[in-house]
């Protein structure tokens, strides 16, 4: 079993910047691709970025490209949304998640087993 917890989130100005942090526990954290969505009200959760386990390799959406960084620390069993030029429709409940392989091709929510309850990202115009 594998828990999650996010944390960093809060309100920020547009063009601001926040680091969401996702802590992991239970089983071997380095051993499962990571991944953050979001989800607006009203709105379908959305990928926005994955980090393949125990390396750099990265996937980001499209429209947070240049702006959003993933990391992970396996030693604190850590993955990290450095998020830059935040925009007000960029508003949502982000949230980490986690599976056993690696695809980039497949962001469907739904076959990442563990999530975390998610953290509220707000960004003013």
């Known amino acids: 079993q594998v828990q999650l917890v996010e944390s960093g989130g809060g309100v920020v100005q547009a063009g601001g910047s926040l680091r969401l942090s996702c802590a992991g526990s239970?089983?071997?954290?380095?051993?499962?691709?990571m991944s953050w969505f979001r989800q607006a009200p009203g709105k379908e959760r959305e990928f926005v970025a994955s980090?393949?386990?125990?390396?750099?390799?990265?996937y980001y959406t499209d429209s947070v490209k240049g702006r959003f960084t993933i990391s992970r620390d396996n030693a604190k069993n850590t993955v990290y949304l450095q998020m830059n030029s935040l925009k007000p429709e960029e508003t949502a409940v982000y949230s980490c998640?986690?599976?056993?392989?690696?695809?980039?091709?497949?962001?469907?929510?739904?076959?990442?087993?563990?999530w975390g309850q998610g953290t509220q990202v707000t960004v003013s115009s």
């Open positions: 998640a986690a599976r056993r392989y690696w695809d980039p091709a497949d962001s469907r929510s739904d076959t990442y087993r563990y």
């Open positions: 239970g089983r071997t954290f380095s051993s499962f691709s």
């Open positions: 980090i393949k386990w125990g390396s750099t390799t990265t």
